[in-house]
């Protein structure tokens, strides 16, 4: 498998990428375990289509409120609805479990001489609470924020501010996202890009080619030649 070449900076999504969403139902006391599953589902679901719906409306919300919406809808549509779950699980989704191999990775491509970074539709204040709580802190150069531009992925606006505050070129930038519309969106915007496919998701009909499929991200140190 060919290495891509030429790359400075190894961006992340955070949901589903970095951080486990399915964590917080896991962990979260109230939801019965046979409906963990349906909630995290329905509950993602929602959150995506409302950033979507949102941006072509031209009705920003911060991804705080659009999470809190989105779970309001699953709950209810779930016959979960209650203020104190509620309340506890979008606590919960401010420490998110890394995935397991999610630190190793970060190191290995620091020590290799790749500048790492974070670009998210999450809120400044929940992407500080995620990296924290997860005790990522050091491994991480920057964090982005959609909110800067007040519109979310896959708007190019989103890809093209991280460019600037990294001060570099969509092709010196690799990608990673397990979310196959982003990471065709990226690929699409100039970016090269390695998709985390760890769902099992059917490629997207969509512009844009990723350079790489894996399943984890432990993979991604191999496929980057080192910067010069």
């Known amino acids: 498998m060919s290495q891509i070449r030429g790359i400075r900076a190894c961006l992340f999504d955070a949901y589903g990428t970095i951080f486990d969403f399915a964590s917080a139902a896991r962990r979260a006391e109230g939801v019965p375990e046979d409906q963990r599953g349906a909630l995290t589902a329905l509950w993602r679901d929602k959150q995506l289509q ?39 699980l979008m606590a919960l989704y401010l420490s998110l479990s890394p995935f397991p191999e999610v630190s190793e990775t970060l190191r290995a491509l620091r020590e290799a001489g790749f500048a790492t970074a974070i670009l998210s539709n999450g809120t400044p204040a929940m992407l500080e609470a995620a990296v924290r709580n997860a005790g990522l ?67 997207e009909r969509l512009p844009g080619q990723p350079d790489h499929e894996v399943r984890s991200l432990a993979e991604l140190p191999a496929l980057l030649a080192p910067p010069v």
């Not at 705080?64 to 979960?80: I, K, R, W």
């Open 50 to 88: 409302y950033t979507w719906l949102r941006s072509l409306q031209g009705r920003y919300a911060d991804f705080q409120q659009v999470t809190n919406d989105a779970l309001d809808f699953a709950l209810d549509s779930l016959g979960l609805a209650s203020p104190a779950l509620h309340a506890r």
């Open 137 to 203: 802190e050091t491994l991480f150069d920057a964090v982005f924020s959609a909110d800067a531009v007040q519109v979310f992925k896959t708007h190019p606006r989103v890809y093209q501010y991280s460019l600037e505050k990294l001060g570099l070129e969509a092709a010196q930038v690799s990608f990673q996202s397990s979310n196959a519309w982003d990471a065709y969106a990226a690929s699409a915007f100039g970016m090269r890009v390695v998709w985390c496919n760890r769902y099992g998701q059917r490629r």
